[in-house]
């Protein structure tokens, strides 16, 4: 893409969402950023930067400021769903982006992102994956003319956030990287500081249609931003 860019947020105090939101308001490009939230993005600052406080399970508390945005990035969700039960996962991770994704397209966003999951299936067994699965069903069919789907595998966070699994898990997966080969590269864990770097990326590509970026794809948009 090029020109002015114009890009709103929904879950951008997050761990990906900030530093994605970061990557965005570092590009010269960016004429207006949008982030929607429970709370303002701390350190987020720029004469460009708009950050709307909002419900954000109810659409009419952020709708009025949609319009006039080209792109969406979507990085809400729960950090940690063994945490929380199943139907608070789904009004989180699936009804609020959709929501959010129905908005926008009426408002007329052209190029929607989304952090999704590896693996996800509308049929899978695994709720998580299901639910993801049906997710991305929906947003398909709002017909964005740019549907950009991240399906990351772990993402490695510089700090332990969650605990003892959590703990274990940073420790191990990067080792896991060079056996990680082939059809399985798509499982390689992925630096949380390139992630948010290649949604901020991939806004100044060109496109059209559904997009899947797995870790080839998502280290590649990263290195760059």
Same mark, same amino acid.
């Not at 509308?122 to 639910?131: A, I, M, N, T, V």
């Not at 080969?181 to 060109?206: D, Q, S, W």
């Given at each position: 893409?090029?020109?002015?860019?114009?890009?709103?947020?929904?879950?951008?105090?997050?761990?990906?969402?900030?530093?994605?939101?970061?990557?965005?308001?570092?590009?010269?490009?960016?004429?207006?950023? @949008?982030?929607?939230?429970?709370?303002?993005?701390?350190? +987020?600052?720029?004469?460009?930067?708009? =950050? $709307?406080?909002?419900?954000?399970?109810?659409?009419?508390?952020?709708?009025?400021?949609?319009?006039? $945005?080209?792109?969406?990035?979507? @990085?809400?969700g729960?950090?940690?769903?063994? *945490?929380?039960?199943?139907? =608070?996962?789904?009004?989180?991770?699936?009804?609020?982006?959709?929501?959010?994704?129905?908005?926008c397209?009426?408002?007329?966003?052209?190029?929607?992102? +989304?952090?999704?999951?590896?693996?996800?299936?509308?049929?899978?067994?695994?709720?998580? +994956?299901?639910?993801?699965?049906?997710?991305?069903?929906g /947003? *398909?069919?709002l017909?964005?003319?740019? /549907?950009?789907?991240?399906?990351?595998?772990?993402?490695?966070?510089?700090?332990?956030?969650?605990?003892?699994?959590q703990?274990?898990?940073?420790?191990?997966?990067?080792?896991?990287?060079?056996?990680?080969?082939?059809?399985?590269?798509k499982?390689?864990?992925?630096?949380?500081? @390139? +992630?948010? $770097?290649?949604f901020?990326?991939?806004?100044?590509?060109?496109?059209?249609?559904?997009?899947?970026?797995?870790?080839?794809?998502?280290?590649?948009? %990263?290195?760059? %931003?």
């Amino acid at each position: 893409m090029t020109g002015p860019v114009s890009v709103v947020m929904l879950g951008a105090t997050g761990a990906v969402g900030s530093r994605a939101a970061a990557a965005v308001a570092r590009d010269p490009d960016v004429e207006r950023l @949008t982030t929607i939230g429970r709370r303002p993005v701390e350190g +987020l600052e720029g004469d460009f930067v708009s =950050q $709307h406080t909002a419900d954000i399970f109810d659409p009419s508390s952020y709708r009025d400021v949609l319009a006039g $945005h080209r792109t969406a990035i979507c @990085t809400l969700g729960v950090g940690e769903p063994s *945490k929380v039960d199943k139907e =608070q996962f789904v009004k989180i991770d699936k009804l609020a982006v959709l929501d959010f994704a129905t908005e926008c397209k009426r408002a007329g966003v052209q190029h929607f992102q +989304l952090l999704s999951s590896v693996g996800v299936d509308p049929e899978s067994r695994s709720f998580f +994956l299901r639910c993801k699965g049906e997710l991305e069903d929906g /947003l *398909k069919a709002l017909g964005f003319e740019r /549907l950009s789907l991240f399906h990351p595998s772990m993402i490695l966070t510089p700090t332990n956030r969650y605990g003892v699994s959590q703990a274990i898990v940073l420790r191990v997966w990067p080792l896991l990287k060079f056996a990680l080969v082939g059809p399985l590269r798509k499982y390689r864990g992925i630096a949380v500081e @390139t +992630l948010g $770097h290649a949604f901020a990326a991939n806004v100044r590509t060109t496109g059209a249609g559904v997009e899947t970026l797995e870790w080839d794809e998502v280290r590649a948009l %990263g290195e760059r %931003g």
